[in-house]
């Protein structure tokens, strides 16, 4: 098994920036790409950034030029800078690996999220 804990998130003002972690641990053979995820009140789940075992990264159209996700493969710890930060980022921020447990197996992990509020 895998757990995923977040941290960081909480309430900032508008333009202000704000940094997220999460750190995986358990049964980790290799990860595969780690990345987060956000869901605002009454809304789907969506993508914010990704970043794989080769450092390659995608973003959100709505976070390009604001967010930066890094991540720290020997900690098994993915980032999230997020700057200029605006109202419709408030939302519950989840942690995602993809995970080798064993050579041949992966799956999906979640955190358990963490909430930011942006006020304006």
């Known amino acids: 098994q895998v757990q995923l804990v977040e941290s960081g998130g909480g309430l900032v003002q508008a333009g202000g920036s704000q940094r997220l972690s999460c750190v995986a641990s358990?049964?980790?053979?290799?990860?595969?790409?780690m990345g987060w995820y956000r869901q605002a009140p009454g809304k789907q789940r969506e993508l914010v950034a990704t970043?794989?075992?080769?450092?390659?990264?995608n973003y959100a159209d709505s976070v390009k030029g604001r967010f930066a996700i890094s991540r720290d493969n020997a900690k098994n710890t993915v980032y999230l800078q997020m700057n200029s930060l605006k109202s419709e980022d408030t939302a519950a921020y989840y942690c995602?690996?993809?995970?080798?447990?064993?050579?041949?197996?992966?799956?999906?992990?979640w955190g358990q999220g963490t909430q930011v509020t942006v006020s304006s």
């Open positions: 358990g049964s980790i053979f290799r990860i595969i790409a």
């Open positions: 995602n690996a993809r995970v080798y447990t064993t050579p041949v197996a992966w799956d999906d992990y």
């Open positions: 970043i794989n075992a080769g450092g390659g990264l």
